[in-house]
């Protein structure tokens, strides 16, 4: 079986690239400084500008975390500096924090079940009501934890509070949800693969747009 294509840094800037571009076209009175540091950035009041303000932004983070990589192998190599840019530690706790949300759910599947079937019994045996004792007051107490647990973990996966892809699945589903994004503001399908692969329009071909069509179609699909 073929591992999975690692999410690449040079790919990410040539997209942020692009979308950077196409948003000072778009918004030609934003003043670099907004377009460098797009959590500063105002969100455009039209449509296309705001789909390309999205659009730039998740870019961007994602981008931040892969330079930030880069920088700590330089840092190594330095002999310092390493945990200004070393995000393992996040990674860890995220893994962790995905992990008991894990063991979360399946407490509560095992609580539910013991309702589920003590509810059937007491049916079968012809007694009227619920009688559950505690059981789900404790089911209610792990529902929260649980959404507590996942929006922490949505948190951890942000820049600045922006959300980063952090794997080559991460990135594949930014980029349908972009096309569909950028297609619903009026972005023609050329325009939106060259954003989207880091090309000018021009330099997009018939087969490139045909991949790109294929690859958004697929994802949209795998995630239907």
Same mark, same amino acid.
């Not at 399908?189 to 692969?197: C, D």
């Given at each position: 079986?073929?591992?999975a294509?690692?999410?690449?840094?040079?790919?990410?800037?040539?997209?942020?690239?692009?979308?950077?571009?196409?948003?000072?076209a778009?918004?030609?009175?934003? =003043?670099?400084?907004?377009?460098?540091?797009?959590?500063?950035?105002?969100?455009p009041a039209?449509?296309?500008?705001?789909?390309?303000?999205?659009? =730039?932004?998740?870019?961007?983070?994602?981008?931040?975390r892969?330079?930030?990589?880069?920088?700590?192998?330089? !840092?190594?190599?330095?002999?310092?500096?390493? !945990?200004?840019?070393?995000?393992?530690?996040?990674?860890a706790?995220?893994?962790?924090?995905?992990?008991?949300?894990?063991?979360?759910?399946?407490g509560? !599947?095992?609580v539910?079940?013991?309702?589920?079937?003590? /509810?059937?019994? #007491?049916? #079968?045996?012809?007694?009227?009501?619920?009688?559950?004792?505690?059981?789900?007051?404790h089911?209610?107490?792990?529902?929260?934890?649980g959404?507590?647990?996942? #929006? /922490?973990?949505?948190?951890l996966k942000?820049?600045?509070?922006?959300?980063?892809?952090?794997?080559r699945?991460?990135w594949?589903?930014?980029?349908s949800?972009m096309?569909?994004?950028?297609l619903?503001?009026?972005?023609?399908? /050329?325009?939106?693969?060259?954003?989207?692969?880091?090309?000018?329009?021009?330099?997009?071909d018939?087969?490139?747009?045909?991949?790109? #069509?294929?690859?958004?179609?697929?994802?949209?699909?795998?995630?239907?």
């Amino acid at each position: 079986m073929t591992a999975a294509k690692a999410l690449e840094r040079k790919e990410v800037e040539r997209v942020t690239a692009a979308l950077r571009n196409a948003l000072k076209a778009e918004c030609p009175e934003r =003043h670099d400084a907004f377009l460098d540091l797009p959590p500063d950035s105002p969100k455009p009041a039209s449509k296309r500008g705001a789909a390309l303000w999205d659009a =730039h932004r998740q870019a961007w983070a994602t981008l931040a975390r892969l330079t930030r990589r880069a920088e700590l192998s330089r !840092a190594r190599k330095r002999g310092g500096g390493e !945990a200004f840019f070393d995000d393992r530690q996040n990674e860890a706790a995220i893994t962790n924090l995905e992990r008991a949300r894990t063991l979360v759910r399946n407490g509560c !599947a095992a609580v539910q079940t013991n309702i589920d079937r003590i /509810r059937k019994e #007491r049916a #079968r045996l012809g007694l009227r009501g619920d009688d559950f004792e505690d059981l789900p007051e404790h089911l209610d107490a792990m529902e929260r934890i649980g959404e507590t647990l996942k #929006r /922490r973990i949505e948190k951890l996966k942000t820049f600045r509070g922006i959300p980063q892809a952090r794997t080559r699945d991460d990135w594949d589903e930014f980029v349908s949800r972009m096309a569909k994004q950028l297609l619903e503001a009026g972005f023609g399908t /050329r325009e939106v693969a060259g954003l989207l692969t880091g090309k000018e329009p021009d330099a997009v071909d018939r087969a490139t747009l045909e991949r790109f #069509r294929q690859r958004v179609n697929r994802l949209a699909v795998s995630k239907g």
